[in-house]
């Protein structure tokens, strides 16, 4: 029995045991559709590589200061967040330059994907485009600028500058109007001119499909993501293409400066941009592919942000300039919109 016991503790001691032990890749998440994940990404990645993963999820603020409290000895590997988060944490120091020659993928993304912030510290694994949801009967949006029409206004929900449409919409506005400023003062003061015009200042993109539904809104602007509901109602609903472009957000892959499995997570963040990972999680309309090789089926594809057109035509607010100004952004909001 002795000899036994002693035979275990020498096993649990060995190379062979411990090298088993350091195959534990611990990532940072979204909680959104954590059981289809563990579905298409999780369970197939740990078969393959013979591997623990251990998840944690929460919102960027929580995941992001978690790093930061850990950053002597850091307890993730790999974290999705978005774009400006991830130039946050590459601001605090928090994250590793990714070695793109490691991911056979790379090649397949597409353009706005490959390194987002232009730092080399992130890859895109999935993008939204944000336009406007219109009643196409009641109305033909062709700029940004329409929203604020005197016969469209009275119609309008528009986002709150604190939702993740918010900032986005103002500034494609600016765009819109000539008034292209990072602070976002001429697209604010545009809204804040028609505030008792429009309809309502949204929080939950969740309440427009009701609204419209009900004739008290013809217009929105929104993300994809939500634009299914809208697809289902018995109106008439367009998604706009406008002149100036659509807007939209993006979420990315980041590496945990001085994460002990960097190799293991490169190989997992290769996993989930291939082919095949994205094609089943885009089926799913649990992300719009950042993959261009991905062929979806037509009812994915008319759910999601997909194909090489619409990832060129999406101008994205610049990192740098939405966590330089999203303090500003609130005060201006809040003296002239007063929401």
């Avoid at 534990?24 to 998440?29: A, F, G, K, R």
């Avoid at 009967?137 to 940004?144: F, V």
Wanted: net charge negative; proline share 4%; charged share 25%.
């Amino acid at each position: 029995m002795k000899s036994l016991i002693a035979s275990v503790a020498l096993l649990a001691l060995s190379p062979l045991a411990a090298a088993a032990q350091d195959r534990t890749l611990t990532i940072s998440v979204y909680a959104f559709a954590q059981d289809d994940f563990k579905t298409i990404v999780y369970d197939p990645f740990e078969k393959q590589c013979g591997c623990k993963l251990v998840v944690e999820t929460g919102n960027s603020v929580e995941r992001i200061a978690k790093m930061e409290a850990n950053k002597a000895n850091p307890v993730i590997d790999m974290a999705v967040v978005s774009m400006a988060d991830a130039l946050s944490a590459s601001r605090k120091d928090l994250v590793e330059k990714i070695d793109t020659s490691k991911l056979t993928n790379f090649g397949k993304l597409y353009d706005v994907a490959k390194d987002p912030n232009g730092d080399g510290m992130s890859v895109g694994y999935t993008f939204y485009a944000t336009s406007i949801a219109y009643r196409s009967d009641k109305m033909k949006i062709e700029s940004w600028a329409d929203l604020l029409k005197p016969e469209y206004v009275g119609h309008v929900a528009f986002p709150n500058v604190t939702t993740n449409q918010g900032p986005p919409a103002l500034f494609m506005l600016g765009k819109a109007i000539g008034k292209d400023t990072p602070d976002l003062k001429g697209a604010i003061a545009a809204v804040g001119e028609k505030k008792d015009d429009i309809v309502t200042f949204y929080e939950k993109s969740s309440q427009l499909v009701q609204l419209m539904q009900q004739e008290e809104i013809w217009a929105a602007p929104i993300g994809r993501f939500s634009w299914a509901g809208f697809t289902k109602l018995d109106v008439p609903v367009a998604w706009a293409t406008p002149k100036e472009g659509q807007t939209g957000g993006m979420n990315v892959m980041v590496l945990a400066k001085g994460s002990k499995n960097q190799d293991l997570a490169l190989q997992f963040m290769d996993f989930w941009l291939s082919t095949d990972i994205q094609t089943k999680l885009a089926e799913k309309l649990v992300d719009s592919p950042a993959n261009k090789e991905v062929k979806l089926s037509e009812a994915a594809a008319n759910n999601l942000t997909y194909g090489e057109e619409t990832a060129k035509s999406l101008k994205l607010i610049p990192s740098a300039v939405a966590l330089d100004n999203r303090d500003a952004w609130l005060k201006e909001w809040n003296s002239t919109v007063g929401q």
